[in-house]
């Protein structure tokens, strides 16, 4: 059975890593977004790695050596002293997550506890997460996943608490 895993690539080697990983036939996604770069003569939009040093190939078990194998590669990230595997509704979540948030800059941070959320609606509604900050009209909500979230700033019409909501 293949699953999601996450592997732990040189540095700004990402994109290569991901496309050598798609030459060798694995299915892989390494996470980028559109960011518009200013050089001292043009404005250029440039494909940017939304998580650094990250990048998510789907593998059996028995392949992972040979991923491993693949220049740029160094290891995979371990989660409880094990491999880190991603469902298949976190990556789809994560894909759809960076689909509708295009113009928005994503921040990748550790995980901080907070108040527990469910969004009702918007391009993360059914999803839960921690709240890390609220002003009048959003807060800023963690969504968990391998040790680091990914914030995205809800309106808080869209958000509720969680029937078992902890705060800390």
Request: glycine share 6%; proline share 4%.
């Amino acid at each position: 059975m293949k699953n999601w895993y996450v592997i732990y690539t040189k540095p700004r080697s990402e994109k290569k890593t991901a496309e050598l990983l798609e030459r060798e036939g694995f299915e892989v996604y390494c996470p980028v977004q559109k960011q518009l770069r200013q050089w001292s003569d043009r404005k250029k939009w440039v494909d940017m790695v939304v998580i650094p040093s990250y990048v998510f190939v789907k593998c059996e078990e028995k392949a992972r050596h040979q991923v491993l194998q693949t220049p740029g590669a160094m290891n995979f990230v371990y989660w409880l002293k094990k491999p880190a595997v991603v469902r298949d509704e976190e990556m789809i979540a994560l894909q759809h997550f960076l689909d509708n948030h295009h113009e928005d800059k994503i921040e990748v941070v550790s995980i901080r506890p907070g108040m527990t959320i469910e969004i009702e609606s918007g391009a993360l509604g059914g999803k839960s997460g921690k709240v890390v900050s609220v002003n009048k009209k959003q807060a800023r909500v963690e969504i968990e996943g391998l040790g680091i979230a990914l914030i995205a700033n809800v309106k808080r019409s869209n958000i509720r608490p969680s029937k078992t909501s902890t705060t800390e």
